[in-house]
């Protein structure tokens, strides 16, 4: 298993030579002494619910094909299924929780988190009802909190309030009709787990629909409510320039990487690296500054506001600490390998946890607050500015490889490109010149060869004239492989082409961190109402290519039930069940609009997204 094989990366290769040549053990090591890995959970087919078990279906129906309690195949794949969106809408909505909370904390204590989209503000609360004429952004502000904690807890069995809000009449029609509509964020994860426990239900069909049901929770509501409120406290994304790959550290600095998904503490971080006191100790330490870098999902949030450099995605995590040249790696929540502390140990580099939800053994805590967020954050790049010294220079090696990336394009900075309309872009569309948008999401996954999936459907999809956008570790790969610059149209189909050059934008949009998924959403949401159709009639697809954690299940399955159809580049652990399956890709398609669609090849699976895309346009006779 060569360097070459386990990413299609040139920095990444080097890293992992490094780590092979240290003996450093890296994801790739782990996933070797895990094969052969289990068949029964591949299928999906092994249940840990209840202490009866665990139980296994043989899938080849020699042996068992109940569990001890009865529950067979179907049962079994839907339970887990459900569970995994559970836990993917509660990583996300929670993140929003925080946002939340954090501003309301604002309104009510004076944290050092002051409003600063007043713009989003007010646009948010006009989509909501909630009066802005005259009134102060605080009074503004604290209906909005209300509304958003009410949409975690509200015991009415109304469709969720942001959910009503965004989403157009159609779409909540459908969900209406076939009872999916979510009630309380909260509550659509806590019955999961419910009707998942043992000797609840049963029916393949109720549980999907549920998950279904909890995914929608999540996109059109706890996702969306991140987004919206971490535009309103740290600005909504304009278009503007960052760096991407292990390249952005720097030799001569101190370098701390800011890992995780909650920007409510990498705005602190990059804010108290600035601080020119901690400039000036970095400086008596012998470094020439501090710099600062992001990862995964919380990089993509600094560098869409920001242009912060970000250092990488999911699986580079362990590599950037391989450098040598980390004096300090912050982590938050979710995507966080723990094996980071282990890396570190081969090094100077500190781990510091910060979340009180997440505490890594072996690493340096220092728990956030945010009434104290400045401090705390300064307090954090001093632990990293006084590691410095203890580098070892013998060890550093950094890779050159990092590119320029333009980034950035929340749906209101397309709509200030466009001229504050998507007609532009809508009749781009109409004409054929762009045949269809395609939002690509979602992760690295060490059994699919890094970045290599996600890079080879974006370049074909756009050799198509497909104009794609997308969120997350895909945002970080394309960041890295150039694809989101100007010049990279040039590689598009003749007529995605010409509207980039017209444009000045990149065939391929970064539209931020997992939980700005909900972006996406609201821009198909704006196409549908200004065509006067549902998202399920418009040329659209989604893919996770790369896809990994339940985060990813979640939201593959809102697109899913947003009506668009969605293409897994992974075998999903729900095969073993038939129906399951059938329900999945062929049935939801007849409910919600849209289905899954399972291809490891990527090629393969851009031809498949093109012509759906080309079916729907002939639906609508474009
Ligand atoms: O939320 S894309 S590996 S970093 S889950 Fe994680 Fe997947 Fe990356 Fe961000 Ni999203
Ligand atoms: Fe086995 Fe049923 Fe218990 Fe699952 S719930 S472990 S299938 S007895």
Not at 543 to 556: F, Q
Request: aromatic fraction near 4%; hydrophobic fraction near 40%; charged fraction near 25%.
């Amino acid at each position: 298993w060569k360097p070459e094989d386990k990413s299609i990366d040139k920095a990444t290769q080097e890293m992992i030579r490094k780590a092979e040549k240290e003996g450093i053990e890296t994801a790739w090591d782990r996933l070797k002494a895990q094969l052969p890995q289990c068949g029964y959970g591949q299928l999906g087919v092994c249940c840990r619910i209840c202490m009866q078990g665990p139980c296994r279906i043989d899938p080849f129906g020699n042996g068992p094909q109940k569990g001890v309690c009865g529950a067979t195949a179907e049962t079994i794949v839907a339970r887990n299924l459900v569970r995994a969106i559970a836990a993917g809408a509660a990583g996300h909505s929670d993140h929003g929780r925080h946002v939340v909370l954090a501003l309301k904390e604002t309104l009510e204590h004076g944290t050092p988190y002051p409003i600063k989209d007043e713009k989003k503000l007010k646009d948010v609360a006009k989509k909501l009802g909630v009066p802005v004429e005259g009134r102060k952004a605080e009074e503004i502000a604290k209906d909005l909190v209300e509304i958003a904690l009410g949409d975690f807890s509200k015991q009415d069995e109304e469709i969720i309030k942001f959910a009503d809000a965004y989403a157009n009449k159609k779409r909540k029609e459908v969900w209406k009709k076939t009872g999916v509509a979510p009630r309380n964020i909260d509550r659509e994860i806590v019955e999961s787990m419910h009707r998942t426990t043992m000797g609840v239900d049963h029916d393949p069909l109720s549980l999907v629909a549920h998950g279904i049901k909890t995914s929608i929770a999540d996109g059109w509501g706890g996702s969306l409510i991140a987004t919206e409120f971490q535009d309103i406290l740290f600005g909504t994304p304009k278009i503007g320039k960052g760096e991407a790959n292990l390249g952005v550290l720097k030799e001569d600095y101190v370098n701390i990487v800011i890992h995780g998904h909650e920007p409510v503490l990498s705005e602190k971080i990059i804010e108290a690296a600035q601080d020119p006191e901690l400039i000036e100790l970095a400086k008596k330490y012998g470094a020439k500054g501090i710099n600062a870098v992001g990862m995964c999902c919380t990089g993509l949030e600094l560098l869409m506001r920001h242009g912060t450099p970000i250092a990488g995605n999911y699986l580079q995590q362990e590599l950037a600490i391989v450098t040598g040249a980390v004096e300090a790696m912050v982590v938050d929540v979710q995507c966080i390998m723990p094996s980071l502390v282990d890396v570190a140990r081969c090094f100077h580099t500190k781990i510091i946890d910060t979340s009180s939800l997440a505490t890594f053994p072996g690493a340096v805590h220092v728990k956030f607050d945010e009434m104290r967020a400045d401090e705390i954050a300064r307090e954090i790049v001093r632990i990293a500015v006084e590691n410095f010294p203890n580098r070892n220079k013998d060890k550093v090696q950094i890779p050159k490889g990092k590119s320029e990336a333009i980034g950035g394009f929340s749906v209101e900075a397309i709509l200030e490109a466009l001229g504050g309309t998507l007609k532009p872009l809508e009749e781009a569309i109409v004409s054929g010149k762009i045949r269809g948008v395609v939002g690509i999401v979602g992760c690295n996954n060490a059994k699919i060869r890094h970045n290599h999936n996600h890079i080879v459907l974006t370049d074909e999809l756009i050799k198509n004239d497909i104009l794609i956008i997308g969120t997350g570790c895909w945002a970080t790969a394309c960041a890295e492989h150039g694809i989101f610059l100007p010049e990279y149209a040039e590689k598009a189909g003749e007529g995605l082409k010409s509207v980039c050059k017209a444009l000045g934008i990149p065939p391929a949009l970064n539209m931020g961190s997992c939980v700005d998924c909900s972006r996406m959403l609201v821009l198909a949401d704006l196409m549908a109402r200004d065509l006067g159709v549902d998202i399920s009639d418009l040329p659209l697809a989604g893919s996770a290519p790369e896809a990994m954690t339940e985060k990813a299940v979640c939201i593959g399955t809102y697109f899913v039930a947003s009506g668009i159809l969605t293409h897994l580049g992974i075998v999903p652990p729900t095969v073993g069940s038939v129906e399951v399956t059938k329900l999945l890709t062929k049935d939801a398609m007849n409910i919600v609009g849209g289905a899954f669609y399972i291809e490891p090849d990527p090629i393969k699976a851009a031809k498949t997204l093109i012509d759906h895309i080309e079916s729907k346009r002939k639906a609508l006779g474009i």
